[in-house]
C-alpha cells in the first residue's frame, strides 16, 4: 500500500484508489482547505470561473426570492439580532458621513454603561428598560472661513500665512 504524507497537516494517509494523485489526507479540515485554495487558484487564472462565481449568489437570489422571508420567520432570534447589529452599523455609518463632513475623528466602540443614581430615580429605574447609548464627540475647532472666491490653487505656505 502507498502512503503519502498530507501538504497541510502533515499526518500519514493512504490515498484513495479512486483518487491515486491525492495529495490532501480525508480530515474535513484539510480537506475545507484544499478547496478553498483550488478555488482560489481558479478565481486568479479563469476570468470565466471568476464570472460565474460573482454571478451566481445574485442568480441564486432571483432563483429562491422566498428564502430569506422564511429564514427570518422561522429564526426569529436571529432575524432581530441583525436588526438590531444592522441599526448599529446604520448609526455608525451615518456618524462617520458626519465625521467626513466636518474633520476626521476616530469613531470607537465603548462598553460604558450609564447608570442612574439620585432620589425619585428608584421607580424609574424599575419601570423603564428602555436602553441608553452615549456618544462622546470631540468638540471641533470652529471651521476657517473661504480664504478666496477664485478657483486657483493657492501653495500651501501662501495660505498659512494669511491664516495666521
Ligand atoms: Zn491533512
Do not use: T
Not at 502533515?10 to 480537506?31: A, E, I, T, Y
Not at 454571478?55 to 422571508?69: C, G, L, T, V
Not at 455608525?92 to 476626521?104: I, P, V
Amino acid at each position: 500500500m502507498v502512503e503519502r504524507r498530507c501538504r497541510y497537516c502533515q499526518r500519514v494517509f493512504q490515498p484513495s484508489k479512486f483518487q491515486p494523485r491525492q495529495s490532501v489526507c480525508c480530515d474535513s479540515g484539510c480537506q475545507r482547505r484544499r478547496r478553498a485554495e483550488y478555488h482560489r487558484g481558479k478565481i486568479a487564472a479563469d476570468p470565466e470561473y471568476r464570472q460565474v462565481c460573482l454571478d451566481s449568489p445574485q442568480k441564486w437570489r432571483s432563483r429562491n426570492p422566498e428564502y430569506w422571508r422564511q429564514y427570518r420567520e422561522q429564526h426569529p432570534a436571529a432575524a432581530e439580532r441583525n436588526r438590531q447589529q444592522q441599526h448599529v452599523r446604520d448609526q455608525k455609518r451615518r456618524l462617520r458621513n458626519l465625521a467626513n463632513n466636518n474633520s476626521a475623528f476616530d469613531l470607537k466602540h465603548s462598553v460604558a454603561e450609564v447608570w442612574l443614581v439620585g432620589a425619585g430615580l428608584q421607580s424609574l429605574a424599575n419601570n423603564n428598560s428602555a436602553p441608553a447609548q452615549v456618544w462622546v464627540l470631540e468638540a471641533l475647532p470652529p471651521r476657517k472661513p473661504p480664504q478666496s472666491e477664485s478657483c486657483k490653487q493657492q501653495p500651501p505656505g501662501l495660505q498659512a500665512a494669511s491664516a495666521g
